[in-house]
């Protein structure tokens, strides 16, 4: 869709997103000019050890700010469509909803819809762009404000802004850094919407990447794997679903771990060292060192206070594949 300059100096906003990441950018704009007229978000989901009902983040947020909150199950149909439309708003911004926008949906706002997404597209489309990146190996990451169109992240570009993927960044740390960095990047395109300034970029789809949903069963470590793979794979895990091993028939989840290049002839899955630095395991290359780690029902300890209490030396940890 093509962007046209709004009249006035400030954007009538519908705001759409479900999970923390989404009620950073909602947070943002309520501190600026714009208006908000509307906050779509999904249903409320049973949560907790009681399942009970619970309201996403971003509907807490917009209900602490008195603000109509509308929950649909689906946009597809023509009553939620008219409900859209009656709210007559400049804009929708899209961060992380979870419903998928049909085109008569993404017509309705007077400029179209705005999506914010953690990758520098098109890199990473899909739902964990975060932790593919991670799990890649990538170098660096960022958010791009996209216009939406009815494919999967495949819209124009029209802003994006990258940082550096650290050694011991996990999914939480990068989901962090991103989030903030998505609702600055908004701000500065919604301004350049409103001076008429904006450049839209077409997309490579050659250098395209799917990043699949995380699955549990992608969490179980095959030590046969090399430790750097490992590592990787550990941080983008982390907080969930968390990467896991056996250990004398049941879990231990592995949070943080860091790759080691010295070598071992010992089987993959060996503890061939315990130390105040770590619980070093022997990998299908090189050695992987637990740092943090957690017992089925115990509360998550350093490899050092671990060691205490008791001791892995010598055991094998293994994987059901």
């Not at 095959?222 to 895990?237: G, K, Y």
Request: proline fraction near 6%.
């Amino acid at each position: 869709m093509t962007l046209l300059k709004p009249k006035s100096d400030k954007l009538k906003i519908i705001f759409a997103g479900t999970p923390e990441f989404a009620a950073t950018t909602l947070a943002a704009l309520l501190e600026s000019k714009h208006e908000i007229c509307a906050v779509y978000t999904q249903p409320d989901r049973p949560a907790g050890r009681g399942r009970k009902l619970t309201p996403s983040p971003v509907k807490q947020l917009a209900i602490q700010h008195q603000l109509p909150v509308y929950q649909p199950q689906t946009l597809r149909n023509e009553e939620a469509q008219q409900q859209l439309a009656a709210l007559g708003a400049d804009i929708m911004v899209v961060v992380a909803y979870g419903l998928i926008l049909p085109q008569a949906a993404l017509e309705i706002p007077r400029y179209g819809c705005l999506n914010i997404h953690a990758s520098l597209l098109p890199r990473w489309r899909g739902a964990a762009p975060i932790q593919r990146a991670i799990e890649a190996g990538d170098a660096e990451s960022g958010v791009t404000i996209m216009q939406m169109d009815a494919g999967l992240d495949t819209g124009d570009m029209l802003h994006t802004a990258s940082c550096t993927i650290e050694d011991d960044d996990t999914a939480q740390t990068l989901h962090n850094r991103l989030a903030r960095m998505g609702a600055e990047a908004l701000l500065t395109v919604l301004q350049q919407m409103l001076d008429h300034t904006l450049t839209p970029i077409s997309q490579d789809n050659a250098l395209a990447n799917y990043a699949y949903k995380m699955e549990k069963r992608e969490a179980e470590i095959v030590w046969q794997q090399d430790a750097l793979q490992l590592s990787r794979r550990i941080r983008a895990f982390n907080p969930w679903p968390v990467c896991f091993t056996q250990w004398n028939g049941k879990p231990l989840r592995i949070l943080i771990a860091q790759p080691l290049t010295e070598k071992s002839d010992q089987p993959p899955g060996t503890v061939i060292r315990e130390s105040a630095d770590g619980i070093d395991v022997a990998c299908g290359d090189g050695l992987l060192r637990i740092t943090t780690l957690q017992i089925a029902g115990k509360r998550a300890t350093s490899a050092a206070e671990f060691r205490h209490s008791r001791s892995l030396l010598g055991s094998v940890l293994v994987d059901n594949k």
